[in-house]
């Protein structure tokens, strides 16, 4: 394994002068995956592992592991020990919950996190960057999240303690905020109290925990996640009576209404995923996916043809509109026994989507988030 010093943005460096340490840390390789849930830890130096490569990571890693799921960390960040089974994450030294708002969409649309781990703030602190709307910054990013994923489960912690007795009074009014905040955003978005039973004997440096401090925090998002089953399982096939964006793996685009219209025979293609109404499909019990209320997915007359349309129609309860969800991802028509299928397998904004025989290609599998 090569070791190397782990790059810093320039407000994660000023942390690390000022605490007077250095870091070194494994590079392997990213996208590492045992094939299980996709897990994004998503936050600041704390996420990242500052002190203790790999951080509340490893603890995690090991009680998923030793319990028997089998786990999938997603994003853009790599680091840790050979003891972390899966070095990605989504942490950024020095960042505040603005930086992380700018982006979110772009990291759910490449890495489509069914559970996600968040804990920041703690530099907005640091950084007095208008600490009294800090609250509102978290709410909206929140919002966002959900927006662009709204099946995924969401773990929004509330800050571990720091040993600057101003800061920590700051955090624990940002702490305070947010149960309220939380318990707005629906049923898939949860408090995690990463600040109780901490203390500084549990910080490294004053700010960020040393190796004890980080096994307590990963005990609480385990424990967490584990009063959530949903989380810790991958969702196949869309959920009835929920609204879900389906993307494509392939293209990591998603279904998509062409111009935003509910108009009737409107075709449907591929989009950058926004999570926006002409996004946002909804199963029912009867094997249809709704968008709009009125509007169902629907193969254009009926038809059985490859290459036949397929296009948004008021909902009519014809089998045109009839779909069997397989959990490889593909949907397949009640009408024709042919797959919804990306035309020639493009990956761009506005490839058409069409009706095609099943062939077991990237071009007919559909991801729910």
Same mark, same amino acid.
């Given at each position: ?263 009737? @025979?409107?075709? &449907?293609?591929? %989009?950058? /995923?926004?999570?926006?109404?002409? *996004? !946002?499909? #909804?199963?029912? +019990?009867? $094997? ?18 490859? @290459?036949?349309? &397929?296009?948004? %129609?008021? /909902?009519?309860?014809?089998?045109? *509109? !009839?779909? #069997?969800?397989? +959990?490889? $991802? ?40």
């Amino acid at each position: 394994m090569r070791w190397n010093l782990r790059r810093l943005g320039a407000a994660g460096i000023g942390l690390a002068l000022a605490a007077g340490l250095s870091l070194a840390v494994a590079a392997p390789a990213q996208a590492e995956s045992n094939g299980g849930v996709r897990i994004m830890p998503l936050g600041d130096s704390i996420t990242d592992g500052f002190n203790v490569p790999g951080g509340y990571r490893i603890g995690l890693w090991q009680r998923l592991a030793a319990a028997g799921t089998l786990t999938d960390f997603v994003g853009s960040g790599v680091n840790g020990p050979a003891n972390l089974g899966d070095h990605d994450h989504e942490g950024h030294s020095g960042w505040r919950i603005d930086q992380l708002d700018a982006n979110i969409v772009g990291w759910i649309r490449a890495a489509n996190p069914r559970t996600i781990l968040l804990h920041i703030g703690t530099n907005d602190i640091g950084q007095n960057f208008d600490v009294p709307n800090a609250p509102a910054r978290l709410s909206a990013l929140i919002d966002k999240i959900r927006v662009n994923a709204p099946l995924v489960e969401l773990f929004v912690a509330q800050l571990v303690p720091r040993s600057n007795a101003g800061q920590e009074a700051q955090s624990q009014t940002f702490n305070a905020a947010l149960p309220g905040i939380v318990a707005q955003k629906g049923p898939r978005t949860h408090l995690v109290d990463q600040h109780t039973g901490f203390t500084t004997a549990d910080l490294a440096d004053g700010l960020h925990p040393n190796a004890g401090g980080y096994d307590k925090m990963a005990a609480r998002w385990y424990a967490a996640m584990q009063s959530v089953p949903g989380s810790l399982s991958s969702v196949a096939v869309p959920p009835v009576g929920s609204a879900a964006l389906l993307s494509n793996p392939q293209s990591k685009r998603c279904m998509d209404v062409s111009g935003g219209a509910n108009t009737q @025979g409107a075709q &449907v293609h591929l %989009w950058d /995923c926004h999570g926006n109404a002409n *996004q !946002r499909w #909804t199963r029912t +019990a009867a $094997g249809e996916l709704r968008i709009f209320g009125d509007r169902c997915l629907d193969i254009n007359a009926n038809g059985t043809a490859n @290459g036949t349309k &397929v296009q948004i %129609w008021p /909902c009519n309860n014809t089998s045109a *509109q !009839r779909f #069997t969800f397989n +959990a490889d $991802g593909t949907i397949v028509g009640a009408g024709s026994g042919k797959c919804i299928d990306v035309n020639a397998s493009g990956t761009t904004n506005g490839t058409l989507i069409q009706l095609w025989a099943c062939n077991g290609t990237g071009a007919q599998r559909w991801s729910p988030r």
